[in-house]
């Protein structure tokens, strides 16, 4: 095949213009051309009197070598896994969110067939009890955003970028094209499903693991491990007890209760860092304007953003920001309030919002317990329950306010989405000191990189807590814990940060199964 880089476009075009137009400049013959895709697209918004999209294509056609300015490649096949695993029992996934979902894939696509518990419900019953939690108030505490099949990303816009470099993650959009997402996430340069789409892709997902032999309990919960000689002999659930040699502890950032169960087994583990920090929304059509500017028109997707500051004493960072989106009540324990962001597919909405986090380290909070973080944690999600008025409203306060430490009376320009309710607060009233003064210097300098981040009328919702796992199961090189047969994987134990990342880690961890005799 020969790959085209770099090809500026400074119009809307369809694919078929696009490659139209790349035929007549590299005098490529239409009817000689048998394949054709796009690799990448992206935005190239430098230059504000110059915004344009930049594409790299694939073309194969009769007569590759003689075109020139191209680059010939070859075309990579996958390896195949060489399956050594000679065991009857099937292996058991706890957790069918995208570690769970690609493990339990990957094992049946190689003629192993697992067994997916999950406490939660199937997504589209799951989704009825997010929505009554976000009309009523009325609280499910096995099925909500963090429980329940597709894992707590499904309701968070779908993201699919990620800061690792894997082979795998093209296997992982692949995947998800198969089970109907979008084709551009095969393309763009960061990817998203939309909340919207995601319920039927995971429904589809799990319909090629059941034709391929798989096999899903929901309402199902993990209550215990048997170990037999420092081996897992089977999995104890609230159903009732499944035999097995293999466990997946696919289980999420959420599962407190499951970590205090594991680490009473001697399961080894550690305390790991993490962030807390607070929603913060702004107008969609501020972050527009920053970013693209007002000349170009072109039709270009609402803009987003990521940034880091460093301060002397503490990091703040951008995280999970999601277009023309929502602040969704996320809270999967009663009597606290968690926050998250989630966008539909379109990102048609009014607003903006992205999480601001603060770095926490095992120093900031006492005990020996490597679960210390994880109170740590729940400890900041009861007070803001109580700050919100103990009804799952969230305290929220605009950031003028919270700059100059002092309840919120009105709300501005921007109006908070998150439902059920809000209750106007002074948010320094809960958070550590070393946040919310870290949450200052870092708001006002992402002022300075996009105009009006900083506005005095940004809406702060409070607390975001779960944007990594506060704790670590160890795991040796072929990604096992202390206990043999026992397969920490995902965010929730440690090794992923976001449905990419966690996707990567759930087929790492199917390979090292099918490798292992």
């Known amino acids: 095949m020969i790959r085209i880089s770099n090809i500026k476009i400074r119009e809307d075009l369809d694919e078929n213009d696009l490659f139209e137009r790349i035929f007549k400049k590299y005098r490529i013959k239409k009817e000689d051309v048998t394949e054709k895709r796009i690799v990448k697209k992206s935005i190239d918004a430098r230059k504000k009197e110059d915004v344009h999209y930049n594409y790299c294509v694939e073309i194969k056609c009769k007569n590759e070598k003689h075109i020139k300015n191209v680059e010939l490649v070859e075309e990579k096949k996958q390896e195949k896994i060489d399956v050594k695993r000679k065991s009857t029992k099937r292996p058991v996934i706890v957790g069918a969110g995208p570690a769970g979902l690609f493990c339990a894939l990957v094992l049946a696509q190689n003629g192993i067939k697992p067994i997916v518990i999950e406490q939660g419900k199937r997504v589209e019953e799951r ?69 919207d789409n995601l319920v039927s892709v995971i429904k589809n997902m799990r319909n090629r693991i059941i034709e391929l032999g798989g096999e899903f309990l929901f309402n199902t919960k993990l209550i215990d491990i048997e170990i037999t000689n420092s081996i897992v002999s089977a999995a104890i659930c609230n159903t009732g007890r499944i035999e097995t040699d293999t466990i997946v502890l696919a ?98 909405g009014e607003n903006a919002n992205s999480a601001v986090l603060v770095n926490v380290t095992p120093d900031d909070f006492k005990g020996e317990s490597p ?123 440690g090794y992923a940060g976001g449905i990419m990342s966690a996707a990567v880690d759930g087929i790492q961890c199917a390979i090292e199964i099918l490798k292992n005799e």
């Open 127 to 195: 989704i009825e009890d997010v929505e009554k939690f976000r009309n009523t108030g009325v609280l499910n505490p096995s099925s909500n955003v963090q429980f329940g099949e597709g894992g707590a990303g499904t309701f968070s816009d779908g993201k699919l970028t990620s800061g690792i470099n894997s082979p795998l993650c093209k296997k992982v959009l692949e995947e998800f094209y198969k089970s109907g997402a979008p084709e551009q996430i095969l393309y763009i340069n960061k990817p998203h499903i939309g909340t």
């Open 251 to 348: 289980i999420g950032h959420s599962a407190r209760d499951t970590f205090e169960m594991l680490y009473k087994k001697g399961v080894e583990m550690q305390k790991k860092n993490f962030s807390v920090g607070v929603r913060i929304e702004h107008k969609q059509s501020t972050i527009n304007t920053s970013q693209y500017g007002t000349i170009t028109k072109l039709k270009l997707p609402p803009a987003e953003y990521k940034m880091v500051y460093h301060g002397n004493e503490r990091s703040c960072y951008t995280f999970c920001m999601c277009p023309g989106g929502e602040v969704i009540a996320s809270s999967s324990e009663p009597g606290t309030i968690v926050t998250n962001g989630m966008s539909k597919y379109k990102r048609d």
């Open 371 to 493: 679960l210390e973080g994880m109170y740590f944690q729940k400890q900041l999600e009861e007070k803001a329950f109580m700050l919100g008025g103990s009804n799952y409203y969230a305290p929220v306060q605009r950031y003028e306010d919270f700059k100059e430490n002092k309840k919120t009376s009105y709300i501005g320009d921007i109006k908070p989405t998150y439902k059920p309710g809000v209750t106007m607060c002074n948010l320094n009233e809960i958070l550590p000191e070393f946040v919310s003064k870290t949450l200052v210097e870092g708001i006002d300098y992402f002022g300075t990189v996009i105009e009006g981040f900083d506005n005095p009328d940004a809406i702060l919702t409070g607390v975001e807590t779960r944007s990594s796992s506060p704790v670590q199961i160890t795991r040796n090189e072929i990604k096992m814990s202390n206990i043999y047969g026992l397969y920490p994987c995902g965010e929730g134990p």
